[in-house]
C-alpha cells in the first residue's frame, strides 16, 4: 500500500514537472503576438490603403517648390517628384503647407508622411528625421544685383559696415548667415517669394542661399546675377525627409530615389525648371 502510494506521489511531481517548461514558454508566446500586434504600421502599407501621400512642403522655394496662390496649385521640381512617388503608392499627393522653421516638427508629429522641397541634410534634422538618398549636391553662394557682383565674391568682401544681407528665417540660410555675418547689417525677410525683390529694390544688397536657387532666380531676374554657383561656399545635399522608425517606408524611398536619379527622371525635371 505505501509502495502504491510512493509510485502515485511520483507520478504526479513527474506530471509536475515536465508541464512547468510548457508554462513557463506560454508568456514568451503570448508576448510576441502583442508585439507584433503593437508594432506602429509603416506607411508603405497605410499610403496605398489611404490613397493619399501626404507631403509637408513649404511652397516658397522655387525651383523645387512654389505655391501659387491665383490657382492655389504648388509646382516645381519636387512637386513633379512627389506625384511620382505617390503614383507609385497607388495613391494621390496631398500638400500640407509647413515653414522652415517647423518642417521637421511637422514631419515627426505625424502631420505628413514625407518631407520634400529643397530640403537639405542636416546633422540637427537628422537627429530628428531620416533622409532618403540624395538628389543632388548644392551649397551656399551669393546672389546680388549684376551690377555690384565684383563687389560680394568672398565671405569677406559680403560681410563688411554698409552691406545689408537679407536671409530667410528658419532654415539653413539663416543659420548660415548668422554664423558667418558679424559686421554687414543682417536683414529678415519673412516671404521668401518676394525676398529677391528686395535685392532688385535696393533695400538689401545680397542674399547667401543654395546654388541651385541663386541660379533659378538669376534666370527669372535679369537685375540679378548668381554669383560662382559652381563654387559655393559650402557643400550640402538635398535629399526627402522621412519619420525615424519607419524603416520599410525609407528603404522604399531610398530605391525609388535611387531609380529616379540614375534613370533621368530627376534630371528632366530639373532641366525643364532651369529652361
Known amino acids: 500500500m505505501k509502495r502504491a502510494a510512493t509510485l502515485s506521489a511520483l507520478a504526479c511531481l513527474?506530471?509536475?514537472?515536465?508541464?512547468?517548461?510548457?508554462?513557463?514558454?506560454?508568456?514568451?508566446?503570448?508576448?510576441?503576438?502583442?508585439?507584433?500586434?503593437?508594432?506602429?504600421?509603416?506607411?508603405?502599407?497605410?499610403?496605398?490603403?489611404?490613397?493619399?501621400?501626404?507631403?509637408?512642403?513649404?511652397g516658397d522655394y522655387r525651383p523645387f517648390t512654389h505655391f501659387d496662390p491665383t490657382t492655389?496649385?504648388?509646382?516645381?521640381?519636387?512637386?513633379?517628384?512627389?506625384?511620382?512617388?505617390?503614383?507609385?503608392?497607388?495613391?494621390?499627393?496631398r500638400y500640407v503647407?509647413?515653414?522652415?522653421?517647423?518642417?521637421?516638427?511637422?514631419l515627426s508629429a505625424g502631420r505628413c508622411d514625407i518631407a520634400m522641397g529643397?530640403?537639405?541634410?542636416?546633422?540637427?534634422?537628422?537627429?530628428?528625421?531620416?533622409?532618403?538618398?540624395?538628389t543632388r549636391t548644392d551649397g551656399k553662394t551669393p546672389i546680388a544685383r549684376c551690377a555690384d557682383q565684383a563687389?560680394?565674391?568672398?565671405?569677406?568682401?559680403?560681410d563688411r559696415p554698409g552691406t545689408t544681407v537679407i536671409v530667410n528665417p528658419g532654415g539653413t540660410n539663416e543659420e548660415f548667415a548668422r554664423a558667418h555675418i558679424k559686421r554687414a547689417t543682417l536683414k529678415?525677410?519673412?516671404?521668401?517669394?518676394?525676398?529677391?525683390?528686395?535685392?532688385?529694390?535696393?533695400?538689401a544688397d545680397v542674399m547667401m542661399t543654395d546654388a541651385g536657387e541663386t541660379r533659378y532666380q538669376a534666370k527669372i531676374h535679369p537685375e540679378l546675377c548668381s554669383i560662382h554657383p559652381d563654387k559655393p561656399f559650402t557643400f550640402s545635399e538635398k535629399a526627402y525627409a522621412v519619420p525615424r522608425g519607419d524603416a520599410e517606408f525609407?528603404?522604399?524611398?531610398?530605391?525609388?530615389?535611387?531609380?529616379?536619379t540614375h534613370d533621368g527622371t530627376y534630371r528632366a525635371y530639373e532641366e525643364e525648371w532651369m529652361k
Open 14 to 58: 513527474l506530471a509536475v514537472t515536465a508541464a512547468a517548461p510548457a508554462a513557463s514558454e506560454a508568456p514568451a508566446a503570448s508576448q510576441g503576438a502583442l508585439s507584433g500586434a503593437g508594432k506602429k504600421a509603416s506607411a508603405l502599407d497605410t499610403v496605398p490603403r489611404r490613397g493619399v501621400l501626404r507631403v509637408c512642403t513649404t
Open 72 to 93: 492655389g496649385r504648388y509646382r516645381g521640381v519636387d512637386i513633379e517628384m512627389a506625384q511620382d512617388l505617390a503614383k507609385s503608392l497607388d495613391a494621390t499627393p
Open 97 to 106: 503647407a509647413t515653414t522652415w522653421s517647423r518642417l521637421v516638427a511637422d
Open 118 to 134: 529643397g530640403v537639405s541634410i542636416t546633422l540637427p534634422r537628422a537627429r530628428s528625421v531620416s533622409f532618403s538618398e540624395p
Open 151 to 158: 563687389k560680394y565674391q568672398t565671405l569677406e568682401q559680403i
Open 188 to 203: 529678415v525677410h519673412p516671404d521668401n517669394t518676394t525676398i529677391f525683390d528686395e535685392i532688385i529694390a535696393g533695400r
Open 250 to 260: 525609407t528603404a522604399y524611398v531610398n530605391q525609388w530615389v535611387h531609380l529616379a
